[in-house]
């Protein structure tokens, strides 16, 4: 049978490596193969980096001595936060029901208040803003930039580059080229070439037809159009690759925090609030609180700040920070239909918390 071919493309394959000696199926399925690394002893040798792989391995930093923080800077006294009124607590509990489609809402205005107990949940958080550095080997497509390699000078520590972080306590990324490690090496996939082998003919151009009902059509491939051969997925046909040792840094803000409720609140309903901020303080190393009036606070502080000094041994402290929010809360207490019930009042949102409201069926119906 006469091959039955696509317009346009090559009649013969100008791939002229190994090649299948009789044409293959065509599975419509196949995908390109992912390219592997070269190997690290195409890599050369760079003083300083000999054990750098293809996988970004992390480097401690250098170590620096914390006694030099000084002392304790001066703090002020905390104040007390605002309490609410039967008026506002009937506002918020008004606005909590409005916001469910089944709740009835009778209940929030007939009620009477029998006692509105106020008291303040504290808030404790410490922010340790940190620097991570690692390296690798990294390659790129060689289009005749600029190579800075060996022969220009010896390359830095991976701790010796400097970088500033974009934003404090905010998470980014920087990917830097080590000076003088670069250097321009022949393609390992493509030896050079600039194309490998079609994946889906194996290089023959032609494949055999899977839809011609056996009887033994060939067609042309539609991957390389006929020629048997693709451009090459790494070099880009260039060839040639960039060779060169990335340094990623990686600046990470690790929190940790403490809620001091001594009420039946979820102590994790004080987190999505707002309150007053009591105490907030900004140092490169922060020492634990140690004046504030509720006890329990303190020895949190003292907990966690030692606890992060040293929970990340191959990262560098930059930052830290920590604060303590002061956010009230209230137990309403009140009756309604001759039946006691409470709800809470949280945050300077006004938030309701009313597991127990007791109109929470559609229509209003009251649950018995």
Known sequence: ???????????????????????????????????????????????????????????????????????????????????????????????????????????ATQMTFRELKSSSAFHYTLETFTESRSTCWAYEPYKGQDIDGPERGHAPGPWDIQATPPNLFKPSKLDVEVPHTASVKPCHNCYARGYTRCFRCHGRGRLFCHSCNGTGGRKRCYTCNGFGQVDCAVCKTRGNLKCYIKLTIMWKNHMKDHIVERTALPDHLIRTVSGQVAFEEQQPRVWPINHFPDQEVNTASKAIVTEQSRAYPTERVLMQRHRVRIVPVTLAYYTWNDKPGSFFVYGFEKKVHAPDYPQQCCCGCTIL
């Not at 599975?27 to 300083?48: E, I, K, R, Y």
């Not at 250098?62 to 703090?75: C, L």
């Open 1 to 107: 049978m006469q091959d039955a071919f696509y317009t346009g493309g090559a009649d013969v394959p100008a791939f002229k490596g190994d090649v299948p000696p009789e044409d293959v199926k065509d599975d419509p399925n196949m995908q390109a193969p992912t390219p592997s690394a070269p190997t690290l002893d195409q890599m050369g040798h760079v003083d300083g980096y000999e054990n750098v792989g293809f996988n970004a391995a992390a480097l401690p930093p250098p170590s620096y001595d914390e006694a030099t923080r000084g002392p304790p800077p001066e703090r002020r006294e905390f104040t007390n936060v605002p309490t609410i009124t039967e008026e506002d607590a009937r506002e918020a509990l008004l606005q909590h029901v409005a916001e469910h489609c089944c709740y009835g809402k009778g209940a």
